[in-house]
């Protein structure tokens, strides 16, 4: 099938509702669509599931969702199966979206060896969670992205790790050559949920909405043929964990910048640059104290250290750089979270090489 005439008849699938095309996949059993509750509305203007839901969105959505390809989850669909899918399914989708019933099925554990040993636990979403995921962070990205801090470069439009390396260099050439660097430990598996909500309820007032985003972190993740409840973090795996892990530390920017400090912070590592080791250890006391105090929403341990240079930072972003130009997103997350064994080497205090105060 021609990509023209796929996009025609998904388009058709993602037809809105309340045009000539009502969809039909509702109309079971002998209950008239008359007598079925209306679509719940948000109390305010606001409509993000119907913005979430338009057309548009949802093929965009579902090219990126083809483009990454990826595995199947519990259910066992492939990427390649769920065009076929939605051009049955999708009214019916759509309207449990639009009511606020959506209920996603639990990721399914994957378990990825890692270049230094052990392994990292991915949740992999069901190919159609991971469609509607998407479509919900365009949305929310669009509304978000201009709100966070200009020091986060991680896993937002027309951001990059290159960038971030750039700015570091600026501000070891102007003489902030010690460095405080965090790495939230396994953050994205130990992400409060409580207080996540409480930062995304702030941004956001369509209920329906909230109820998804916490249908998602709650549906627990299957192993062996077992479901584990999910009470904190955020699998690795789906389209919506970087929005929410920025969502998070969006926070601990606010604090920095408040602070007046020099900072880059791409997804959950950060470095902050300061002039003199006494400046660096005052630094990473407070700051860890700010985030052992849970202000940030995460309950993740740090493993904070002070180095002098840059090293550091080009040891964390290199891989990033070649997977954020191959265009994944997930290889890059992934890249950032290869970070558990630092602590030794954070001990350390090393020189930054000469080319990088040119």
């Not at 993740?300 to 130009?325: C, H, Q, V």
């Amino acid at each position: 099938m021609s990509d023209k005439r796929q996009k025609n008849q998904l388009v058709l699938a993602f037809t809105e509702e309340g045009r000539s095309e009502a969809p039909k996949a509702s109309q079971e059993g002998t209950e008239s669509r008359t007598a079925k509750c209306a679509p719940e509305r948000p109390a305010s203007h606001e409509q993000l599931m119907e913005e979430v839901c338009e057309r548009e969105n949802c093929w965009q959505a579902y090219k990126r969702v083809e483009g990454n390809k990826g595995s199947p989850g519990i259910d066992g669909m492939k990427v390649g199966e769920l065009s076929g899918y939605l051009k049955q399914h999708w009214p019916s989708i759509r309207e449990q979206l639009l009511r606020g019933t959506y209920q996603p099925q639990p990721v399914r554990r994957v378990e990825i060896a890692k270049p230094d040993g052990g392994v990292r636990k991915l949740g992999i979403p069901t190919v159609l969670d991971r469609l509607i995921q998407q479509a919900v962070m365009q949305v929310l990205q669009r509304r978000w992205d201009p709100t966070f801090s200009e020091h986060s470069h991680g896993f937002r439009p027309k951001r990059s790790a290159h960038q971030a390396v750039a700015k570091a260099q600026q501000y070891i050439a102007a003489g902030h050559r010690w460095v405080v660097d965090l790495d939230l430990e396994k953050f994205f598996d130990r992400v409060n949920h409580d207080k996540l909500m409480a930062a995304i309820a702030r941004r956001v007032t369509d209920k329906r909405v909230l109820r998804l985003i916490g249908a998602f972190l709650k549906v627990g993740v299957m192993e062996n043929g077992l479901v584990s409840p999910a009470e904190e973090g955020t699998p690795q795996g789906g389209p919506l964990s970087p929005l929410l892990s920025n969502i998070v530390l969006d926070e601990l920017d606010r604090e920095l910048e408040r602070r007046k400090h020099h900072f880059v912070r791409y997804a959950d590592d950060c470095n902050i640059y300061v002039r003199s080791r006494g400046a660096g250890q005052r630094v990473m006391t407070n700051v860890t104290r700010f985030l052992t105090r849970d202000q940030s929403g995460t309950d993740a341990e740090g493993t904070y250290g002070l180095l002098k240079g840059l090293e550091e930072l080009l040891r964390l972003l290199s891989d990033s750089l070649a997977a954020e130009n191959s265009g994944s997103m997930d290889t890059a997350s992934s890249a950032f979270h290869d970070l558990e064994a630092m602590e030794t080497r954070h001990s350390a205090i090393r020189e930054a090489p000469a080319t990088w105060d040119r």
